[in-house]
């Protein structure tokens, strides 16, 4: 074929094309690599097709083929309409399956076609947000193997650039095609192998940046592109997906600790912002929330504030969630984390929280990590109790200056005894004294964490209780010689377990009989997996009961007399709590 006849054959390719594209006015039509919403439901999504046919044409011709993964091909009808001005109005919406298929749509008249879509599937939607360890770029190492097809985003990351177009995410360098970070890949990895569906990620994190600059801009409006929560808004606006994002995954605060920003400042304006997310994404179920380590060259202190204002912020809302990093290595530059060490476990450890929020797994060790929620004190030592109950253990590395009495003091040893950490002082605990806890970058991090290896989460300056407990006494080391108390003295506890001020279930030891009384006040079998625990930390019974609706009765006659601590797993259809006390078995 000579030249001249090849350019003329391509002409009226081209000319035929513009002519059939200009007799149909695209409305809706999805695009390639899309992720349409997953109805949570029915497990499917629904892709919306709008076009407008020219009142020349016969809207007989018009013809829509759906293909699934790339194989089975079904034709679909569409319903018209005729409009007021002579055209004809085609709208449809189809249903597609979630999980990991791949739909196509090419829509034709007269055999010609018009438009297609490809790569078209249906899954969930998460957003990443804040500083430079959301944006999560490659310090060294790659995340390529843990990309998939079926992880995707819409946008561009990109402060300066508008980008309306879907992409296959990758996750290395901020400057590719389709960026979500090595924390998004990790994450949505996760979702891919475990959960068997699609997922976009849309990151609108940006680095070295306080929390003020991160806020909804009330006077521009709130997807105005002059701010970050504006710029990450109309991305999520443009992709349809503002009613179903189902999770936040935060991390910030770096800069912050370096400004320093006030504890009491920070805490105002975290918790205006994930009010603001609730706000425009009322779907959001959870927010997942990485506590800074202590890393990148600041002060300790500020650091550790910062820590402590993320703790309460947590504490304050329920959908909140806290992860710890303290036991994650850094990369070179002290700051930021290599992938497999590092942005891959954070990944997963969000994952583990998704697992049982998004995808209804039980999985309550999983749910928390060790948060403090009691402090005494007796003499020289200072006794932490943390919630979830579990037994604590730490490293043989472990450093005993992540731990401060006042900020400047740090304890001469250190044990862990049953559920509880305690740090012995070369001085006597004072009422006004305050501990704290950061894991400060070292060559041998302190890893204190509970029996299913979540460290514990940091803390600055929580108050001790220097009350004498009696019932503590078996934790601690120190001897009061002025005090004749024996263990017998020590008055056994009964522990209630009380959910939307009912009462539950009641679990209690009885003073004069060697027993183990669980009452289920519910219409449904309660499953207890149950520990009991010497004065030593060491495990002397391990059961799995089932209480039916009324009263079980377990026997402990084989059991020593003596205190014990008893933790609890409690799993029901409406429950799922875990609890602990110490109890004498007489």
């Given at each position: 074929?000579?030249?001249?006849?090849?350019?003329?054959?391509?002409?009226?390719?081209?000319?035929?094309?513009?002519?059939?594209?200009?007799?149909?006015?695209?409305?809706?039509?999805?695009?390639?690599?899309?992720?349409?919403?997953?109805?949570?439901?029915?497990?499917?999504?629904?892709?919306?097709?709008?076009?407008?046919?020219?009142?020349?044409?016969?809207?007989?011709?018009?013809?829509?083929?759906?293909?699934?993964?790339?194989?089975?091909?079904?034709?679909?009808?569409?319903?018209?309409?005729?409009?007021?001005?002579?055209?004809?109005?085609?709208?449809?919406?189809?249903?597609?399956?979630?999980?990991?298929?791949?739909?196509?749509?090419?829509?034709?008249?007269?055999?010609?076609?018009?438009?297609?879509?490809?790569?078209?599937?249906?899954?969930?939607?998460?957003?990443?947000?804040?500083?430079?360890?959301?944006?999560?770029?490659?310090?060294?190492?790659?995340?390529?193997?843990?990309?998939?097809?079926?992880?995707?985003?819409?946008?561009?990351?990109?402060?300066?650039?508008?980008?309306?177009?879907?992409?296959?995410?990758?996750?290395?360098?901020?400057?590719?095609?389709?960026?979500?970070?090595?924390?998004?890949?990790?994450?949505?990895?996760?979702?891919?192998?475990?959960?068997?569906?699609?997922?976009?990620?849309?990151?609108?994190?940006?680095?070295?940046?306080?929390?003020?600059?991160?806020?909804?801009?009330?006077?521009?409006?709130?997807?105005?592109?002059?701010?970050?929560?504006?710029?990450?808004?109309?991305?999520?606006?443009?992709?349809?997906?503002?009613?179903?994002?189902?999770?936040?995954?935060?991390?910030?605060?770096?800069?912050?600790?370096?400004?320093?920003?006030?504890?009491?400042?920070?805490?105002?304006?975290?918790?205006?912002?994930?009010?603001?997310?609730?706000?425009?994404?009322?779907?959001?179920?959870?927010?997942?929330?990485?506590?800074?380590?202590?890393?990148?060259?600041?002060?300790?202190?500020?650091?550790?504030?910062?820590?402590?204002?993320?703790?309460?912020?947590?504490?304050?809302?329920?959908?909140?969630?806290?992860?710890?990093?303290?036991?994650?290595?850094?990369?070179?530059?002290?700051?930021?984390?290599?992938?497999?060490?590092?942005?891959?476990?954070?990944?997963?450890?969000?994952?583990?929280?998704?697992?049982?929020?998004?995808?209804?797994?039980?999985?309550?060790?999983?749910?928390?990590?060790?948060?403090?929620?009691?402090?005494?004190?007796?003499q020289s030592e200072v006794l932490l109790f943390f919630n979830p109950a579990s037994k604590i253990?730490?490293?043989?590395?472990?450093?005993?200056?992540?731990?401060?009495?006042?900020?400047?003091?740090?304890?001469?040893?250190?044990?862990?005894?049953?559920?509880?950490?305690?740090?012995?002082?070369?001085?006597?605990?004072?009422?006004?004294?305050?501990?704290?806890?950061?894991?400060?970058?070292?060559?041998?991090?302190?890893?204190?964490?509970?029996?299913?290896?979540?460290?514990?989460?940091?803390?600055?300056?929580?108050?001790?209780?220097?009350?004498?407990?009696?019932?503590?006494?078996?934790?601690?080391?120190?001897?009061?010689?002025?005090?004749?108390?024996?263990?017998?003295?020590?008055?056994?506890?009964?522990?209630?377990?009380?959910?939307?001020?009912?009462?539950?279930?009641?679990?209690?030891?009885?003073?004069?009989?060697?027993?183990?009384?669980?009452?289920?006040?519910?219409?449904?079998?309660?499953?207890?997996?149950?520990?009991?625990?010497?004065?030593?930390?060491?495990?002397?019974?391990?059961?799995?009961?089932?209480?039916?609706?009324?009263?079980?009765?377990?026997?402990?006659?084989?059991?020593?007399?003596?205190?014990?601590?008893?933790?609890?797993?409690?799993?029901?259809?409406?429950?799922?709590?875990?609890?602990?006390?110490?109890?004498?078995?007489?």
């Amino acid at each position: 074929m000579n030249m001249t006849l090849r350019y003329k054959v391509f002409f009226i390719f081209f000319l035929s094309c513009n002519i059939l594209q200009a007799q149909v006015n695209l409305i809706h039509f999805p695009q390639d690599y899309e992720v349409v919403c997953r109805n949570l439901s029915n497990n499917k999504g629904y892709v919306q097709i709008e076009f407008e046919l020219n009142s020349n044409n016969n809207p007989l011709d018009i013809s829509l083929k759906k293909i699934k993964n790339q194989a089975k091909n079904s034709f679909i009808i569409i319903p018209y309409s005729m409009q007021a001005n002579g055209n004809y109005l085609f709208k449809m919406t189809d249903s597609i399956d979630a999980g990991l298929i791949d739909y196509a749509y090419e829509l034709s008249y007269q055999n010609e076609l018009i438009k297609s879509a490809n790569s078209i599937c249906a899954g969930d939607y998460y957003i990443i947000y804040g500083q430079s360890n959301a944006v999560a770029s490659s310090k060294g190492t790659s995340c390529a193997s843990d990309l998939s097809p079926y992880i995707r985003t819409f946008g561009t990351i990109s402060q300066t650039q508008i980008d309306n177009n879907w992409k296959i995410a990758v996750g290395d360098s901020i400057n590719d095609n389709g960026f979500i970070g090595q924390l998004g890949v990790s994450f949505g990895n996760q979702i891919i192998k475990n959960e068997k569906i699609p997922v976009c990620i849309i990151n609108g994190s940006i680095g070295g940046k306080s929390i003020s600059y991160f806020l909804r801009n009330e006077s521009l409006g709130q997807n105005n592109l002059n701010n970050a929560y504006g710029r990450l808004m109309n991305r999520i606006i443009q992709s349809n997906s503002q009613q179903m994002i189902r999770a936040l995954l935060w991390y910030q605060g770096e800069n912050d600790a370096v400004i320093p920003t006030e504890k009491e400042e920070y805490i105002k304006m975290n918790l205006k912002l994930f009010e603001q997310f609730h706000e425009d994404y009322p779907h959001l179920e959870n927010i997942y929330m990485f506590q800074i380590k202590n890393a990148c060259s600041q002060d300790r202190i500020s650091n550790n504030i910062i820590q402590q204002a993320q703790l309460e912020v947590a504490n304050q809302c329920p959908s909140v969630h806290l992860i710890s990093t303290g036991d994650i290595s850094l990369s070179k530059d002290n700051c930021h984390y290599n992938y497999e060490n590092g942005y891959n476990v954070l990944g997963k450890r969000a994952y583990m929280l998704a697992n049982h929020f998004q995808y209804n797994h039980p999985n309550t060790e999983y749910d928390f990590y060790p948060n403090p929620t009691k402090i005494n004190s007796y003499q020289s030592e200072v006794l932490l109790f943390f919630n979830p109950a579990s037994k604590i253990n730490f490293d043989s590395k472990c450093a005993l200056s992540d731990f401060y009495l006042n900020d400047n003091t740090n304890p001469i040893s250190i044990k862990t005894k049953m559920n509880a950490i305690i740090l012995t002082f070369n001085k006597k605990i004072e009422p006004n004294d305050l501990i704290s806890y950061t894991n400060i970058y070292k060559s041998s991090p302190c890893f204190i964490f509970n029996n299913v290896n979540n460290q514990i989460l940091a803390f600055h300056n929580l108050k001790i209780d220097t009350t004498f407990d009696t019932q503590l006494l078996p934790y601690f080391n120190s001897k009061n010689e002025n005090s004749e108390l024996e263990s017998s003295d020590i008055s056994p506890n009964t522990n209630f377990w009380k959910t939307d001020s009912k009462t539950k279930y009641k679990i209690s030891v009885p003073i004069h009989s060697k027993e183990l009384n669980i009452i289920n006040n519910t219409n449904e079998d309660i499953k207890l997996e149950f520990n009991l625990y010497n004065t030593n930390g060491d495990e002397v019974l391990s059961k799995q009961l089932v209480a039916r609706p009324g009263r079980l009765t377990y026997p402990l006659y084989e059991i020593a007399s003596g205190l014990y601590l008893f933790n609890f797993k409690v799993k029901s259809k409406s429950i799922i709590d875990v609890t602990s006390f110490l109890a004498n078995i007489p």
